[in-house]
């Protein structure tokens, strides 16, 4: 994988090196700030998973690629679109004979999650009504920088959701043997580097973390978010269970998580007046009364709990309002 610069600024970081800092930003960050306090679309870089074994990388691919209808980019710059598809491509980069190659039903569960991955699945995406040929291009680009003559890789193009979103599949080990590991900072690199391409492409994007912009990282996981959405989530059934059965016992919730949020508030928002103050003393007002909004319009601390009582809370005041009589 190809090595690059420093990552973009980041003003939590910047905020608590405190004297050390910088005493200017330079065109990128104030590009970035303003990006941050405007509210530009940011990126979504997802590992969504990896194939263990040939067939089901085979599956894999046959899936993205919607049994041949769809086309699937490889790295050598072919379109391909065959309804078996998968298996010639796992033939082509030798993980049916791959070392790792483990007949899983030999294996216990805990040693298949043990077992290697043979490739990962990567999900790039951007909000609805994005120009989906641009995120192509960028993933494209994307892939290249990172991929390119070092892991093989093949990627689709999918359009059958609101938000347009490419299928980005990379075998594990690169043609040397060196395998490729995954970590927290390898996926900021990621968002980071599609994000400027995208806006290579002329699509405003930003790639910061979700403390930054006071956006709380969600913990559940894929299946639990869509059983949500679909309104069958066994667990939030039981959350909103428990509420109720806390409001009608008076029963007290520990607020130990509350205070620790409010702290991080303080935390964002200190580093946020200082990148303020800095911008006042460049002169940069245009960007400094971007700034001055966005601390503004930071909402105040809201645990889990307390979003999903305000949900209740709106969801019982609809209910009300449409049971009253019509008073005309």
């Given at each position: 994988?190809?090595?690059r610069?420093?990552m973009?600024?980041?003003?939590i970081?910047y905020?608590r090196?405190?004297?050390?800092?910088?005493r200017?930003?330079?065109?990128?960050?104030m590009?970035q700030?303003s990006?941050?306090?405007?509210?530009?679309?940011?990126v979504?870089?997802?590992?969504?998973?990896?194939?263990?074994?040939g067939?089901?990388?085979?599956?894999?691919?046959?899936?993205?690629g919607?049994?041949?209808?769809?086309?699937?980019?490889?790295d050598?710059?072919?379109?391909?679109?065959?309804?078996?598809?998968?298996?010639?491509?796992v033939?082509d980069w030798?993980?049916?004979?791959?070392?790792?190659?483990?007949d899983?039903?030999?294996?216990?569960?805990?040693?298949?999650?043990?077992?290697?991955?043979?490739?990962?699945?990567?999900?790039?995406s951007?909000?609805?009504?994005?120009?989906?040929?641009?995120?192509?291009?960028?993933?494209?680009?994307?892939a290249?920088?990172?991929?390119?003559?070092?892991?093989?890789?093949?990627?689709?193009?999918?359009?059958d959701?609101?938000?347009?979103?490419?299928?980005?599949?990379?075998?594990?080990?690169?043609?040397e043997?060196?395998?490729?590991?995954?970590r927290?900072?390898?996926?900021?690199?990621?968002?980071?580097?599609?994000a400027?391409?995208?806006?290579?492409?002329?699509?405003?994007?930003?790639?910061?973390?979700r403390?930054?912009?006071?956006?709380?990282?969600?913990?559940?996981r894929?299946g639990?978010?869509?059983?949500?959405?679909?309104?069958?989530?066994?667990?939030l059934?039981?959350?909103?269970?428990?509420?109720?059965?806390?409001v009608?016992?008076?029963?007290?919730?520990?607020?130990?998580?509350?205070?620790?949020?409010?702290?991080?508030?303080q935390?964002?928002?200190?580093?946020?007046?200082?990148?303020l103050?800095?911008l006042l003393?460049q002169?940069?007002l245009?960007?400094?009364?971007?700034?001055?909004?966005?601390i503004?319009?930071?909402?105040?601390?809201?645990?889990?709990?307390d979003?999903?009582?305000?949900k209740l809370?709106?969801?019982?005041?609809?209910?009300?309002?449409?049971?009253?009589p019509?008073?005309?």
């Open positions: 994988m190809k090595t610069g420093p973009e600024f980041d003003v970081s905020g090196r405190g004297p050390t800092a910088p200017l930003f330079n065109p990128e960050q590009a700030l990006r941050t306090a405007r509210g530009v679309s940011e979504m870089v997802k590992v969504t998973g990896g194939g263990k074994d067939r089901g990388v085979a599956a894999h691919f046959d899936y993205i919607r049994k041949g209808k769809l086309e699937i980019e490889t050598d710059n072919q379109l391909l679109a065959e309804r078996h598809l998968g298996k010639r491509l033939e030798d993980l049916y004979f791959h070392p790792a190659r483990i899983r039903s030999q294996l216990s569960k805990n040693q298949w999650r043990r077992v290697p991955k043979l490739v990962h699945n990567i999900t790039l951007m909000p609805a009504r994005t120009d989906a040929q641009k995120v192509l291009a960028a993933a494209r680009e994307f290249r920088e990172n991929f390119a003559l070092t892991h093989r890789y093949a990627m689709v193009l999918h359009t959701t609101p938000h347009p979103h490419v299928h980005l599949t990379v075998k594990a080990e690169s043609e043997g060196q395998r490729l590991y995954i927290k900072a390898t996926l900021r690199q990621w968002r980071e580097d599609f400027r391409h995208l806006r290579e492409q002329g699509i405003e994007a930003n790639a910061t973390p403390a930054v912009r006071w956006q709380r990282p969600s913990h559940k894929d639990q978010f869509r059983a949500e959405k679909r309104g069958v989530s066994t667990v059934r039981q959350r909103v269970k428990g509420i109720i059965k806390d009608f016992t008076g029963t007290k919730v520990s607020e130990a998580g509350k205070a620790k949020l409010e702290q991080t508030r935390e964002i928002t200190t580093d946020w007046k200082r990148s103050g800095v003393a002169g940069q245009g960007v400094a009364r971007q700034v001055g909004r966005f503004k319009s930071m909402p105040p601390v809201q645990t889990d709990r979003a999903l009582v305000e809370l709106v969801q019982g005041r609809a209910r009300d309002e449409h049971k009253l019509d008073s005309s």
